[in-house]
């Protein structure tokens, strides 16, 4: 079995994961192309404790090896906020990335710079009936208060890569998928997954 089902209905997860893998001879799938739709309640108090329950979800329902991440941005100014809760941080039930950023940058108002923090990412791999396997990849940086950029998705317009003195949102694909969280979860996570893809 070389099919591996890319556990999110992000497009812009599904885009970086599909550059990140595309070295290999696995065959990506998207849940889309299979026509599957889980929504999955991501109650876990960790990264790894949502992208596991993610995996699982979908390699059961998909009969494939699955692959799921959870990831956050850390901001030491607000104690690791919004952390585990990034994809759902605002007071609007049905708020855009846009408006996360604005409330983020909200409640970084009056304290001090540099606004530290950290993008980190957990990759779980879960293959059918087998076991669970975990990578993680973090990416340091600081949250500046003007967005710059027009790349990737999220906080990437207000998160500066200090020593490129670029956000995440300025890098290119390829800079992108050397540098950031996901890439180094996923390059940790490539050797694995071509190793248990190719046993199970």
């Excluded at 550059?19 to 799938?29: F, H, K, N, Q, S």
Aim: glycine share 8%; proline share 5%; with cysteine.
């Amino acid at each position: 079995m070389n099919k591996l089902l890319i556990a999110t209905n992000n497009k812009g997860k599904i885009r970086e994961l599909q550059d990140l893998l595309e070295d290999t001879d696995i065959e990506l799938v998207t849940p889309s192309q299979i026509d599957l739709e889980l929504d999955i309640i991501e109650d876990g108090i960790t990264y790894a404790e949502n992208a596991i329950k993610k995996a699982i979800a979908f390699a059961e329902a998909s009969n494939l090896g699955s692959l799921a991440d959870d990831s956050g941005l850390e901001v030491d100014a607000l104690s690791g906020a919004p952390g585990l809760y990034s994809a759902r941080y605002s007071p609007k039930p049905s708020a855009t990335d846009k408006d996360r950023r604005l409330y983020l940058l909200q409640n970084l108002q009056g304290k001090p710079r540099p606004w530290t923090a950290r993008f980190r990412a957990t990759i779980a791999i879960a293959i059918p009936k087998g076991e669970i396997h975990l990578t993680e990849g973090i990416c340091e940086g600081e949250i500046i208060p003007e967005e710059r950029g027009t790349g990737g998705f999220g906080y990437d317009p207000i998160f500066l890569l200090q020593n490129l003195d670029k956000t995440m949102a300025e890098l290119s694909m390829e800079e992108k998928n050397r540098l950031s969280h996901r890439a180094k979860a996923v390059m940790e996570a490539k050797p694995l997954l071509i190793h248990i893809l190719k046993l199970s």
